[in-house]
């Protein structure tokens, strides 16, 4: 089954896994990636919700999602011995993928490419496409000021209340090669359980994505990255809330309104399917909490036999 | 005293840390730094001399004088498992000089500025100066092909005869702000013991910089890498021998003919004085060999208390 899955971080990363281990051909799958956090460190591109998808499908992602498990600090403590000031966690395993990467694109290697070359030499049974090669950077809008994306979320730790959202490179952007294609050709769209507005509303940006996704033949399943009201991973609660949403996985159901024809939840929230079937929206309950790695492939077999139907 | 060091890697590292021990005032010592052994490693400038030199000064030195002590090497290793083919040791703390290097240029920064920067960081109290901003490689002919230095030194493990070099960004190349006025104002001109084909002879290939030296009203005193027939570090010997010199602290000082007054040379090799001096050079005969930190300081105020008198 030809299946396109729209990709944030961590949460992403983990329901990904899953999906890759829950179907017959994993090289069927392709995962559509969010760059709209990426940021240069001294002078190194870093592409944080790519980097953690290729840690994680290789089964060696960091204890809290990102990163390399066991990785050491070794560069990073010695550039702030140098006097730089340094508040994005870059390990000295994890390094080797920026350098790669960098030098890559450097040479004149694409995004798309050199994310290709990545998940070739960690040996990915699926596709990795970024969203776009083109810079495609999320400003984050607060009431005192606007912030790169990992400005907002690493250095500023998320402290700001959110008032609103730009994608400064998105009219410019194009999708890379074969990102339409595959929403096109997909048998199963799948909305990874993803930050709506830092992780989904980026791809959406990209001009031509939303409409392929509108356009689809096939089904469309968003996954709740909200549970119990709470984010499993990140600032997606107080995003809602300062945004004016209700924090819950009904309102996150309302931002895929027209966009999706079936939403997944968790049974925590069961009493909510109601109020989301009334926006014309089919419902998939279930245990949702992704609590390791069997629990990944559990919650994408699940949903998967469920759309199956 | 305003004393400039012609300076190369390893062997000039520990001569100028001698200097700099020995002086009254080692902010009025300048080294003038070799750059054509510098290299791209994963778009990364890497400049060995320059390093080995920043390293040595701060006393965190390797075991063979490159690098830092202790290093680690998980970038690299992880590279290597990423399927790119390292010959270059680049270690975890070495890393964070050089993309702290490469960012300043990237960001518009002359090698002399990101050089002083990280002196500065380090600590250090003389200045380093690389003899040009400019590209300035040194092209290593061999009877076989002509390799860039590192591929030759490094990857190639110098095993190829030499038969020449070429300097092919030589007639380009600046000297970098300040060298030519060092040299200018030096009361004392001292060519370390470093290679003369690689290290000594690229610095005068830059034009200007051996018009200066001769032109200089100061002392000019050559201490020779050559002990015993052999070369303290690297490959000066076998190029010696290759390109049809005498193999001898006499085979280096008639290199340094019309350059110098002063040789320095080690008491092993005493038979070679009056050969030496018939030359027209004056000689200074000490135990040259620097075993270890005491012994550069040793060696250095020798020197320079010879060349007081």
Known sequence: MRIVV?????????FL?????????????????????????????VSPDIDTILYTLAGLEGEFG???????????????ALGQDEWFTIGDRDLATHLWRSEQLRDGATLAEATAALAAARGLACQLVPVTNDPHPTIVVT??????FQEYFVHRRAQDPVVGFRFP???????????????DDAELLLFAPSNPFVSIDPLFAVPGVRSAVEA?????????????GAAVKGPAADMLRSLGHEVSALGVARLYEGVI????LDETDAELVPAIEALGLKTIVLDSMMRDRPGRARVAS????AVSV
């Open 6 to 14: 729209l990709c944030g971080g961590v949460g992403a990363a983990r």
């Open 261 to 264: 024809d079936t939403f997944v």
């Open 302 to 305: 699940e949903v998967l036999a």
């Open 169 to 183: 490179g998105a009219e410019a952007a194009r999708p890379a090669p074969g990102v339409l294609e595959a929403i």
């Open 66 to 80: 990102w990163g390399l498990d066991g990785d050491t600090h070794t560069s990073l403590e010695e550039l702030r």
């Open 143 to 148: 009431a005192e000021r606007e912030l790169e």
């Open 216 to 228: 689809a033949s096939a089904r469309r399943v968003a996954v709740s990255p909200i549970i119990g």
């Open 17 to 45: 896994d899953g999906v890759v281990r829950s179907v017959g051909d994993p090289s069927e799958v392709t995962a559509i990636c969010n760059v709209s956090d990426d940021l240069q460190w001294h002078g190194l591109h």
